[in-house]
């Protein structure tokens, strides 16, 4: 058999090696600079993670796509399906983050501070996300963590950031495995898939006047994109935070960054734009110039 090219890897260059190969940040340090063995399982989760979000997304697309030829009973429980397993993952992606912080906090890390230290070995950090971010269902203040687990203070105020987001995709998440709820009614045109934002797991997202289908219905696409982009801003702001407090190893390769190359990643690309303000209508051609290799997964503000 001979070779002649990649599917799905992730490698290092210098620059990336085709148009849709991205670059993620917070992947990128923790190949470079966390790689322990203890890890490394967890770190391969997460990345599959983020690649199973974005092969949601590519699917809503094919089912939006295809509605012509999928039997109109059918569509809405396909995608409703879909969103479904898009919280479930989004939601598990946070405990494997606080697993990979938990062993490196717990097993590699000695505070100068002899009190903060105490603290450290007392109250160790638990694996679970919502045993750090809240309290009797309630999120900490970010000195309440710093006072409990003596974390630093930018990196508790990452957990404090996050946790109202956390908060939604558990409060989703648990209604729909134990609670036998759904992600409400779908409703789809030719502009795209639909969602009433007066519906219970819709009604948080910050919407605006262009995402808007008519007075009762918008564009699925921005809640898509906040989903996917914002459990992996999450980890970059939790990670991030931890380095600028904590010194990490020098990287593994100098000079080089870490790629991925996977086959939903145009999907991921095109849902960036979303999240950058372009795409909200289904259908709508990416924009190619903020669709490439690192520069569109690096946006400021908007994705990873």
Not at 5 to 11: G, H, L, P, V
Not at 187 to 205: D, I, Q, W
Request: charged share 20%.
């Amino acid at each position: 058999m001979q070779i002649v090219d990649t599917i799905r890897s992730n490698y290092l260059a210098v620059s990336p090696a085709g148009p849709h190969d991205v670059w993620i940040a917070f992947v990128d340090f923790m190949w470079q600079r966390a790689s322990w063995p203890e890890v490394v399982r967890l770190l391969n989760g997460i990345c599959d993670d983020f690649s199973l979000m974005a092969t949601s997304a590519a699917k809503l697309e094919h089912f939006h796509e295809a509605r012509g030829s999928i039997d109109a009973t059918l569509i809405g429980y396909f995608v409703k399906t879909e969103l479904e397993y898009l919280i479930i993952v989004a939601r598990s992606v946070f405990d494997l983050l606080q697993e990979v912080i938990a062993q490196f906090w717990n097993n590699r890390v000695k505070l100068l501070d002899p009190s903060a230290e105490a603290v450290r070995r007392h109250h160790k950090l638990p694996p679970e996300f919502a045993k750090v971010a809240l309290h009797n269902e309630i999120a900490r203040t970010a000195s309440e963590i710093v006072e409990r687990y003596a974390l630093p203070p930018t990196t508790a105020a990452m957990y404090a950031k996050h946790s109202s987001f956390f908060l939604s995709l558990r409060a989703s998440r648990d209604g729909i495995i134990h609670g036998g709820s759904s992600v409400d009614i779908i409703f789809t045109t030719e502009n795209g898939l639909f969602v009433s934002p007066n519906s219970k797991h819709y009604s948080n997202y910050p919407w605006k006047s262009e995402h808007y289908y008519n007075e009762s219905l918008v564009s699925l696409r921005p809640w898509i994109a906040r989903t996917v982009f914002q459990t992996i801003e999450a980890c970059s702001d939790i990670m991030f935070s931890l380095a600028s407090a904590i010194p990490f190893p020098e990287e593994i390769a100098p000079g080089y960054r870490v790629f991925i190359r996977d086959p939903s990643n145009e999907a991921f690309l095109r849902l960036l734009n979303v999240a950058t303000g372009n795409l909200v209508w289904w259908g709508a051609k990416v924009n190619e110039s903020a669709a490439t290799g690192e520069s569109s997964t690096s946006a400021e503000g908007a994705g990873p």
